[in-house]
């Protein structure tokens, strides 16, 4: 056991000398530098016989510097981690007096061999440097010298060290989960070596946020799925570069956060790696964007350009069948294809549908095609009733309309005297009609033509029954007239008057005559009749009677007379015609 430190009061009397003899001036500019923590156990006395240590410093106190053989540098006393750094002295060469322990550890005094440093005098302790480091490492060297001294540590200073409040403790995080799976996934374009893909971002995200996506693949046919990102990607679209052309891959996309993978979403189908250089489309004439009409008999030839490359597929179906290639003729080149009909006829209507492919895309186009010809005539018509001038029809409409619909009706009407049939309605739409203006005592037909965009109907529906218009109120009675008696014999208003005429000029014989009944005129030449010589022309109308002589020469001169004669008489006028020869110039005689 080490031996108990020396009372205070043995020393009392030397302790001013001493202080005195051995007190060196206070060189706090001269200080040396304070030795590594762990040179404190070396400096401490390894002998508890010739230096009995005090007790141990308590909490805030430095222990007292140690005796030794040969003097050394002062080196820094180990610095309690729960007390503030201190102030050290350089100790003396052989001191034996251990520290009082009332003494304050702030301040530590030089002393000799024989002298203990007293605390009472603190101002004559040159100040070490007040920026020695409280270092971590330097508590357990303070509690190692503590030991070799043997010193006992002081158990009520150590339990008085007042310890940390510890932090509180935080609520636990909430959990992680990941995000749904992201949504529309589609192929947004692709070549020989790439394939451009593009999505939309999940619908559920969560607290945890989105970090990115990862974009998987593998070939078709298998189940070895690898990342093609080495790094989330952020947007939705990624491009898929370097992949063998050729190749079918399966492609999906994976949603990515702090709670993990969320479910993949996956194209459909596998993709073709292969280059579109352009998407089909088919370009439809404005004019065959509506219904197209045409007659029967018609030639159809309709030409619908596309385009697309490599060269696209061009397939045509008609109501969603395949084309009877024995009416319908479809001819395809690079740029367009052409539905050719030579003869059109009803059954070629219907709904023609093209469509052009190209590997995974494709484009299509309708057009609608009616045939149509002129309809039949209603089916039936009929006189519904008759009051004053006016009649009331009715019909119904045809059963064969052309396959168009029917657009109006034409209305005719005919006078039983005499046949002639007059149009009293057309374009008209309604399927009955209102007659009027119809002439009293008449007898009325009536017939009905249908119409549709081709024209009217070539034949038409009759009323079997006739309409007749009958007197109203006063019957009237005519007077009754004897009947005068216009016969009479023939007789000649106008008589033949002698002529003259040239040779081979044609000249005409005129008179008049009026008779009841109708006379029967004969011409005479020199009283013998002329009859059907076609040198003469004879004309009679309405009483007047004319002889045409055509070319008369030498011998057509002489009397003509016209003669006349019915049931009551005859009468003869005449004239004379001269020919004569055309003068001659004197020269030409000569």
């Excluded at 001036?25 to 240590?53: F, G, K, R, S």
């Excluded at 007096?97 to 440093?117: G, H, I, W, Y």
């Excluded at 003869?343 to 492919?357: F, I, L, N, Q």
């Amino acid at each position: 056991m080490p031996s108990k430190p020396a009372p205070i009061k043995k020393a009392a009397g030397k302790e001013p000398a001493k202080k005195q003899e051995a007190a060196p001036e206070p060189a706090p500019e001269a200080a040396p530098e304070p030795a590594p923590a762990e040179a404190a156990p070396e400096a401490a006395p390894a002998e508890a016989e010739a230096a009995p240590a005090e007790a141990a410093p308590a909490e805030g106190e430095a222990p007292a510097a140690p005796p030794a053989e040969e003097p050394k540098p002062p080196t820094p006393p180990p610095a309690d981690a729960a007390a503030p750094a201190t102030e050290e002295t350089p100790a003396a060469a052989a001191t034996e007096a251990p520290t009082d322990a009332a003494a304050p550890a702030t301040e530590e005094t030089p002393a000799t061999a024989e002298a203990p440093a007293d605390a009472a005098a603190p101002e004559e302790t040159p100040a070490a440097p007040a920026e020695a480091p409280a270092d971590a490492a330097a508590a357990p060297a303070a509690e190692e010298a503590a030991a070799v001294s043997e010193a006992p540590a002081d158990a009520e200073a150590a339990e008085a060290a007042p310890e940390e409040p510890k932090p509180p403790t935080p609520p636990p995080p909430p959990p992680k989960e990941p995000t749904s799976a992201p949504l529309d996934l589609f192929v947004e374009d692709k070549n020989d070596t790439s394939v451009s893909i593009i999505w939309s971002q999940p619908e559920i995200v969560g607290h945890s946020g989105l970090d990115g996506y990862t974009i998987e693949v593998c070939k078709d046919g298998t189940e070895d799925w690898k990342a093609v990102n080495e790094e989330l990607q952020k947007s939705c679209r990624y491009v898929i570069k370097n992949q063998t052309t050729g190749d079918r891959l399966k492609i999906r996309v994976v949603a990515v956060n702090a709670g993990g993978r969320s479910p993949p979403v996956a194209l459909p189908e596998a993709v073709l790696v292969k280059e579109v250089a352009d998407r089909p489309k088919v370009r439809l004439p404005r004019f065959l964007r509506q219904r197209y009409v045409a007659n029967v008999g018609a030639k159809i030839n309709l030409t619908i350009p596309f385009t697309g490359k490599p060269k696209p597929v061009v397939t045509w179906t008609k109501n969603g069948q395949p084309l009877d290639t024995k009416r319908v003729n479809i001819r395809s080149s690079d740029r367009d294809s052409i539905l050719f009909i030579r003869t059109a006829e009803r059954e070629d209507s219907g709904v023609y549908e093209m469509c052009v492919k190209v590997e995974d895309f494709d484009d299509k186009a309708s057009l609608i095609l009616q045939i149509v010809e002129l309809p039949g005539p209603p089916a039936s018509v009929k006189i519904v009733d008759t009051w004053g001038f006016n009649v009331a029809l009715e019909w119904t409409p045809p059963t064969d309309n052309g396959n168009t619909e029917i657009t109006g009706y034409t209305i005719q009407k005919a006078d039983k005297k005499t046949g002639d049939w007059f149009t009293v309605l057309e374009h008209y739409h309604r399927l009955n009609a209102t007659i009027s203006d119809l002439i009293m005592g008449n007898t009325y037909k009536f017939k009905v033509f249908s119409e549709n965009k081709c024209g009217i109907s070539e034949d038409a529906t009759i009323a079997k029954e006739e309409a007749k218009i009958l007197k109203t109120g006063i019957e009237y009675k005519p007077p009754e007239y004897k009947e005068h008696d216009f016969s009479e014999p023939p007789k000649f208003t106008t008589n033949l008057t002698d002529r003259a005429t040239t040779v081979g000029y044609s000249t005409k014989l005129l008179c008049s005559v009026r008779g009841s009944p109708k006379p029967k005129v004969q011409w005479m030449k020199n009283q013998m009749i002329i009859g059907d010589d076609p040198k003469y022309r004879q004309i009679c109308v309405q009483g007047i009677c004319s002889l045409e002589i055509r070319r008369p020469g030498n011998f057509d001169g002489g009397v003509y007379s016209c003669k006349a004669k019915n049931d009551h008489g005859e009468a003869t006028v005449s004239c004379k015609l001269e020919v004569k020869q055309p003068a001659v110039p004197d020269a030409e005689k000569k």
